[in-house]
């Protein structure tokens, strides 16, 4: 079983409706979490980080970790085709050195 | 914000030959740079962790000889890539991390090797 389960997609949805984008882990060590956005052939970029449990806002973007059910989730408003992309999530240990991905979602946002 | 810098973006050589991947912060000091291989429409796996100065980090299964890192400097890191074969070739990302920021983690564009 792997550290981060993530759904691979694709996601398919049509232009202004919510994306809804979610990573299961299992080790209860993980304390921030991260959502990284890559387009084909490129490094990712960091959009969203969050410490232990709560929600995070940031214009379309909304994360949210639940440490107790061990799941955190991206929501994207107002989805637009510049959205379409794969989005990885990424989880660190307080004390950690290397970020543990999960496999990445792809997401088309469809005109 | 911090600018992760790797080139070339895309190299061709032949089997048997070296290449070498250069990942440069620009614009702040990496105490930590990371370098990762992503396979096609799969996650970025971790190869190995370098700080500057001294020897990488392997992850298990990687080989230490095939994949030779330096980190000459606090702003530089370099892959090598030695006797390349054709199952070599695949997207091979760079990232940096100045200080000990759990999130300060800034990627490059990726290398996409291609090995003939």
């Known amino acids: 079983q792997k550290e981060v389960e993530q759904d691979p997609g694709p996601l398919s949805v049509p232009e202004g409706a919510i994306v809804s984008l979610n990573c299961t882990y299992s080790?209860?060590?993980?304390?921030?979490f991260m959502w990284y956005r890559q387009y084909s052939r490129k490094g990712p970029e960091l959009l969203m980080y969050t410490y232990s449990s709560g929600n995070k806002e940031d214009g379309r973007f909304t994360a949210q970790v639940d440490k107790s059910s061990k799941y955190i989730s991206l929501f994207i408003r107002d989805s637009q085709p510049s959205d379409s992309a794969t989005y990885l999530c990424a989880m660190n240990k307080a004390a950690g050195n290397k970020l543990t991905f999960g496999g990445g979602t792809r997401v088309l946002v469809k005109p | 914000g911090a600018v992760v810098s790797q080139h070339p973006s895309r190299v061709i050589c032949k089997s048997g030959t070296s290449v070498k991947i250069e990942c440069r912060s620009l614009?702040?000091?990496?105490?930590?740079m990371f370098w990762y291989r992503q396979f096609p429409k799969k996650s970025l796996m971790l190869m190995a962790t370098s700080n500057e100065g001294s020897k990488a980090t392997y992850e298990q299964g990687v080989e230490k000889d095939k994949f030779l890192i330096n980190h000459a400097s606090l702003t530089l890191s370099t892959l090598t890539v030695t006797s390349a074969h054709p199952e070599d070739s695949s997207f091979y990302i760079c990232?940096?991390?100045?200080?000990?920021?759990?999130?300060?983690?800034?990627f490059g564009s990726g290398t996409r090797l291609t090995v003939v």
């Open positions: 080790n209860s060590a993980f304390q921030y």
């Open positions: 990232s940096a991390r100045e200080g000990q920021s759990p999130y300060g983690y800034t």
């Open positions: 614009d702040f000091q990496a105490t930590t």
